[in-house]
């Protein structure tokens, strides 16, 4: 670890002298030397503070004599204005603070004066009405707010914990009560909707609330949050299960920004309104959330998302992971336990880490969330590795006959699994924004895992009939009929009648296409690296294992078959099958 000079880091009396004597106007000093930390020096727990030690030293030299957070390290726009950008105080806060062997900025002169400078930054920018601004100077950022009072709390907390800063701590929580006051406010529709539009945004600053009121309680705001928290329940939750993003679900908000929110504000105020919420949300993941039978991750029902595209989740996820603030629910909630890592694989992650020859991978700018480290503040609630084997098998599509059917706002998620195949499918009179793609959706078996995952946002690779100009039905409403019956039945059409698809779903998948005129039949195929397949005139077969999967159009036609160029999973690849048609199309899976 590289040397620091006695004049750069003060510790003790000498520096709790500094810090308190630091004005509130002191401005950046010269970035602090840069450190190249060895992996055996982070307990396992702290592994995932390892990366942002490193990226301290640069961030500083690129912040501003006034405490801009310059250089792109986080949020775009990185321009003075955008409140968010200025979140990486509290990763300053953090090594300024904190007394760890590997921790050399401990009390740091360079690193104070950048977190002071950087927080007088961050409060000039609030609103009269407590708001913070992102994208316009003007604006009353709904998200920028409720961020800000997360990570402005949590900053507040490490200053009071050391004493730290003293005048910057009457100013965070004049700020935060500024904040709170504007953000409670269930007449503020910036941020209360019914339903709420981004519900993760919302719920953000209900958990900094949560903090900031344990911090300096105020009777009047305490009771404006458990009505927040209430609201939160009725607004921002889907009937069928998915946290709002939109107005539709969106896997990536939801499992890695949303929940974790949701047990930073339950930490903080014990509401069971958020165990509730967490206990629906987890019976949807169930059914969207799709394991791989060899244990090697999740695929995720994208097509479905309102705004992002996460399609894969490794089973075991080391720090640094969004997701990692779940599993506080695991005790509450025993079935989150499936989609968290249990303690022993983590554990053995963990060591392979340490022992790793190469150098700590340096993060890249944008990459770097601050909330990796605020979240660690809760300690780790991993399941057992028997635990979550347990919550696996109580996973909806492991069992081997149901038909489910959700619906919200004009949306159907159909869900249905027979004892050889789990598909699903996204319907209705709208969708929730135009990235989402309508029709089948995922195809899934029991032993070979997922063969099918259509994607969101991507005309070229999700399950669709296309007319010439690249123009699927999938990018469009398509209104279902549930005819029911053994096998499964619905017939779905496009908003204009061009195109009608039929389905049944039994040993065998049917899917029989009748369009206006001559289309193309486009599969995105999950091929892994040891998949066979054979494409001829008539159909492809695909062999997994043991298990041959076989596509058959009946009839000899031209089809192709091409990897996509930026799709690609662990041990898999996207592969994008096409057969043009005459518009009329009749596809019978089957599986041997």
Same mark, same amino acid.
């Given at each position: 670890m590289n040397a620091f000079s006695r004049r750069s880091l003060i510790t003790g009396a000498t520096a709790a002298g500094l810090l308190a004597a630091l004005?509130?106007?002191?401005?950046?000093?010269?970035?602090?030397?840069?450190?190249?930390p060895g992996r055996r020096a982070f307990a396992p727990e702290e592994q995932r503070f390892a990366q942002y030690l490193m990226l301290v030293s640069p961030m500083v030299a690129d912040m501003n004599p006034a405490g801009f957070f310059g250089g792109g390290w986080w949020r775009s726009p990185n321009v003075r204005y955008n409140a968010r950008v200025q979140e990486h105080v509290y990763t300053l806060a953090w090594f300024a603070t904190q007394s760890r062997p590997w921790n050399p900025y401990r009390g740091n002169a360079e690193v104070l004066a950048a977190l002071d400078a950087g927080l007088g930054h961050y409060l000039g920018l609030q609103h009269a009405d407590g708001s913070w601004p992102e994208y316009s100077p003007d604006q009353h950022s709904l998200a920028a707010t409720g961020f800000a009072m997360g990570y402005l709390s949590k900053t507040n907390a490490l200053l009071r914990s050391t004493r730290t800063l003293p005048a910057r701590q009457r100013q965070i929580s004049a700020a935060l009560h500024r904040a709170m006051t504007w953000f409670l406010d269930p007449s503020t529709g910036t941020v209360w909707q019914s339903p709420l539009t981004w519900a993760n945004q919302t719920t953000s600053g209900l958990a900094g609330a949560g903090l900031a009121l344990r911090q300096d309680p105020d009777r009047v705001l305490r009771g404006r949050l458990t009505e927040a928290l209430r609201r939160l329940a009725v607004a921002g939750q889907s009937p069928a299960g998915f946290f709002y993003e939109e107005s539709g679900a969106d896997t990536n908000y939801n499992f890695e920004v949303m929940l974790p929110e949701l047990a930073d504000a339950w930490r903080q105020t014990g509401d069971q309104n958020l165990v509730t919420m967490t206990r629906r949300y987890t019976d949807w993941l169930g059914y969207n959330l799709l394991r791989e039978p060899d244990g090697s991750g999740w695929f995720a029902n994208i097509a479905t998302n309102s705004r992002t595209s996460s399609k894969f989740y490794a089973d075991?996820?080391?720090?640094p992971e969004r997701t990692a603030l779940n599993a506080q629910f695991v005790p509450e909630v025993p079935d989150l336990a499936a989609f968290v890592s249990s303690r022993e694989d983590l554990a053995a992650a963990r060591r392979a880490w340490a022992a790793s020859p190469e150098p700590i991978p340096a993060l890249a700018k944008q990459d770097t969330s601050p909330r990796i480290l605020a979240h660690a503040i809760y300690g780790e609630r991993y399941p057992s590795r028997a635990q979550r084997t347990a919550a696996i098998a109580r996973l909806p599509h492991r069992r081997s006959h149901f038909t489910e059917l959700r619906s919200d706002q004009g949306q159907d998620f159909l869900f249905v699994r027979r004892p050889r195949w789990y598909v699903g499918g996204y319907f209705g009179t709208r969708r929730a924004t135009s990235l989402a793609r309508t029709g089948l959706t995922f195809l899934w078996h029991p032993v070979a895992g997922t063969l099918v995952q259509s994607m969101n946002n991507n005309n070229h690779a999700c399950w669709a009939t296309v007319f010439s100009g690249q123009k699927p039905d999938s990018d469009g409403v398509q209104r279902a009929e549930f005819l029911g019956g053994e096998p499964y039945r619905f017939r779905?059409?496009?908003?204009?009648?061009?195109?009608?698809?039929?389905?049944?779903?039994? /040993?065998?998948?049917?899917?029989?296409?009748?369009?206006?005129?001559?289309? &193309?039949?486009?599969?995105?195929?999950?091929?892994?690296?040891?998949?066979?397949?054979?494409? /001829?005139?008539?159909?492809? &077969?695909?062999?997994?294992?043991?298990?041959?999967?076989?596509?058959?159009?009946?009839? &000899?036609?031209?089809?192709?078959?091409?990897?996509?160029?930026?799709?690609?999973?662990?041990?898999?690849?996207?592969?994008?099958?096409?057969?043009?048609? /005459?518009?009329?199309? /009749?596809?019978?899976?089957?599986?041997?």
């Open positions: 004005p509130v106007t002191a401005h950046a000093l010269p970035a602090p030397p840069p450190v190249t075991v996820r080391p720090d779905y059409r496009t908003a204009s009648g061009s195109v009608v698809t039929e389905v049944t779903v039994g /040993d065998r998948i049917t899917r029989t296409v009748r369009a206006q005129s001559a289309a &193309t039949e486009q599969i995105p195929l999950v091929v892994k690296d040891s998949d066979v397949l054979v494409l /001829d005139g008539r159909g492809l &077969t695909l062999t997994r294992g043991r298990t041959v999967v076989r596509f058959d159009w009946g009839r &000899t036609l031209e089809p192709q078959l091409r990897p996509a160029s930026t799709i690609s999973y662990p041990g898999r690849r996207l592969h994008v099958l096409t057969v043009p048609h /005459d518009g009329t199309f /009749d596809l019978v899976v089957s599986v041997r």
